[in-house]
């Protein structure tokens, strides 16, 4: 499988990485060609590559969208909406700002009635977006058994049923998530909820002190 | 014990009875004396009474507010704040607004970097607001061992640590909340991440199709 990862940050650098691993094919994607991070991780690694974010969604059959969620919309914009027409897009970003201390907030522009998930299918109408993994630390993401034998849950939504079970193996198949514990929260429009929870995580996060944990639904 | 409860609803009721089957004395509080409903819910009931929130204020050690949301600041502005001096407000409001269909929302004037919980501490500076309880459904808030053997997470907070460990113990010795799963989450600004859960938590509750069920934290 090509893979596009869009943001080189430890998020794309960790999910990328990953999936070198798996024995699939990445383009690391940044802004401008020659970004110095792409081109030292793909260093000592086959079938990884570095470009353009453009060149990245050209590339890729499927795309991990990880750019940090203040810059999305304009990023978007930016681009040429045709390369993502038809394609996957996982979207693990959060609108979260550090900017007014702690407990940490959401951009208010995608908080409580608007989401960064709608803003990119939006601004993307013909790729399939489904939001994922956005819950859970970088590290978890690629490797759910880290936690507690991987008996915890995670959500993704989308539009496109199709889509998302596309996502839900590749979680599973790649990412060592269980499937019976992928939740599916309906539309797009459950970015809302899915993204609302972050602060809530970074909140539990800092009273337990580790970023290695996950919730488990119990009934 | 005497409880004053403020509010007849479902979750003001239910706190009630389940206080009361504990040999604890409850005044249940509505905003106009002679409530229809508190007249029902004392009929029967030994040690249970009802009135307006004053006297159930006035009547309390400790105070449960399990008001709708949207009515708390007005309410709360309406009553004789020394009523509540000193005294600790177990606090499980939420600020949901289903008018806008779903996914529910919060009241914007309580999201993201703004709470109930914050908005009654400033309003009654010297009660001990405690957020608890709000994020699950009433019949489980009385009786954790519905769900997993108990074994499933409560988050807390409130500004002042004595009267958070009073709270732990009220729900420990009265609605099986296991203590080593009571999560101290800091100061009554957490309210913020307690409340965003909420609409998540409808959103869950409506894929599982039940509410009884919660969340456990594993590492």
């Known amino acids: 499988m090509n893979v596009g990862v869009l943001g080189t940050g430890f998020v794309g650098q960790t999910i990328g990485t990953a999936l070198v691993e798996k024995g699939h094919r990445v383009m690391i994607g940044s802004r401008m060609a020659n970004n110095e991070k792409a081109n030292a991780w793909i260093e000592q690694k086959e079938n990884a590559f570095a470009g353009t974010f453009e060149d990245a969604a050209r590339f890729a059959d499927i795309i991990f969208l990880c750019i940090n969620g203040a810059f999305i919309k304009e990023t978007i914009k930016e681009m040429d909406s045709a390369l993502f027409a038809g394609k996957i897009i996982i979207d693990v970003t959060n609108p979260l700002d550090f900017s007014k201390g702690m407990p ?107 970023p290695l944990f996950n919730y488990q639904i119990v009934k």
């Open 104 to 210: 940490a907030s959401l951009l208010p522009d995608y908080s409580n009635r608007w989401s960064l998930g709608e803003e990119i299918q939006q601004l993307l109408p013909d790729a399939y977006i489904v939001k994922a993994l956005n819950t859970v630390t970088a590290r978890l993401m690629v490797n759910a058994e880290l936690v507690n034998e991987g008996n915890h849950q995670m959500c993704i939504c989308g539009n496109d049923t199709v889509a998302k079970n596309k996502v839900k193996h590749l979680l599973a198949e790649n990412f060592m998530w269980k499937p019976e514990f992928i939740l599916d929260m309906g539309g797009i429009e459950s970015s809302r909820l899915m993204e609302a929870v972050v602060p809530y995580w970074l909140g539990v996060m800092q009273v337990l002190g580790t």
